[in-house]
């Protein structure tokens, strides 16, 4: 096992990573914990880390758990980012259930961009991929990070058409970082993780400890992550019952811009777009629609 914690090395406190990972991993443990009840417990308590709610027997334990793993996975060069430390963005705060720990790989810079997020369906037709293309190209050229899931469809156009035109981009994922999906992104994962930003809120021990149906629930709750890291999020083709909705509340309920891609409303399938042009989303007819409103 290696870890990398050299950018961790000034703390307004005396904070180990590793412990506050153990910990963390620990409160993860607990029954029913979710990212709500887990955010509820430093609600209460704030300015509290999480060795503070954990006995230093479970985090000693937790600790021989991690190492574990990751030796298992060989996870490498990796960093933890704590709230209360250091380095870890106050933007994430304007998340309903902020993450008070995550861990990520590569350039951690980036974090500091200006950031758009690009998203959208899974099963992305060919014209949306093609209008992604089109609008990455755009903000490539005005100097915007790209940010996204790494799931199939338009996340994956999004990070490909930013490293194809020598942008930068941040994927945030719905699986530890011992983890890798899809399977047919392994190879541009490992391209994010070593050149750009890889960025996981999700627990190494709870996600191997549960299967799959519940591992699903991770993936939503990294978008709420991925729109508060964001100066806005723009949302190319989606269903009524996409995940990617799940962004679009969470981008207007932190005071986030939404941009919709004009060719949604146009789509008679789907009801979702006017809906959340009423709560103050922008529609997107060209690109000047995005400059004008950021």
């Known amino acids: 096992m ?21 910990a963390y991993e620990a409160l993860w443990s607990e029954q029913g914990a979710t990212f709500r009840t887990i955010a509820d417990k430093f609600r209460k308590y704030p300015d509290t880390v999480p060795s503070e709610m954990v006995p230093k027997n479970t985090r000693k334990e937790f600790k021989s758990i991690l190492r574990d793993i990751l030796d298992q996975f060989q996870v490498k060069n990796f960093g933890v980012r704590i709230h209360g430390a250091n380095e870890y963005p106050e933007k994430l705060r304007d998340a309903k259930h902020p993450i008070e720990v995550f861990y990520y ?7 500091n961009t ?9 099963k992305v037709s060919e014209e949306g991929k093609k209008r992604t293309r089109k609008l990455v190209k755009c903000l490539i050229e005005d100097n915007f990070t790209i940010v996204s899931g790494l799931a199939e469809g338009v996340d994956t156009e999004a990070h490909r058409t930013a490293l194809n035109l020598g942008g930068n981009t941040i994927a945030i994922i719905g699986t530890p970082l011992s983890h890798f999906y899809p399977k047919q992104n392994i190879e541009l994962q490992k391209q994010i993780r070593e050149n750009y930003l890889l960025i996981s809120q999700v627990p190494f021990k709870r996600y191997l400890d549960q299967d799959y149906r519940a591992n699903r629930l991770f993936f939503p709750e990294r978008n709420a992550t991925m729109s508060a890291l964001s100066e806005a999020t723009i949302i190319v083709e989606a269903s009524d019952t996409s ?12 005071g986030r811009k939404l941009f919709i891609l004009d060719s949604c409303f146009q789509n008679s399938k789907i009801s979702w777009p006017a809906k959340y042009e009423a709560r103050g989303a922008i529609r997107v007819k060209d690109y000047q629609d995005i400059k004008d409103n950021l």
Request: hydrophobic fraction near 45%; charge should be negative.
């Open 2 to 22: 290696q870890l990398d914690f050299s950018s961790l090395d000034s703390f307004e406190r005396a904070i180990s990573p590793f412990e506050e990972m153990a």
């Open 105 to 111: 790989q590569g350039w951690w810079d980036l974090v």
């Open 114 to 122: 200006p950031s758009i997020a690009v998203v959208g369906s899974r």
């Open 243 to 254: 995940g990617t909705l799940t962004q679009a509340r969470a981008a207007l309920d932190q």
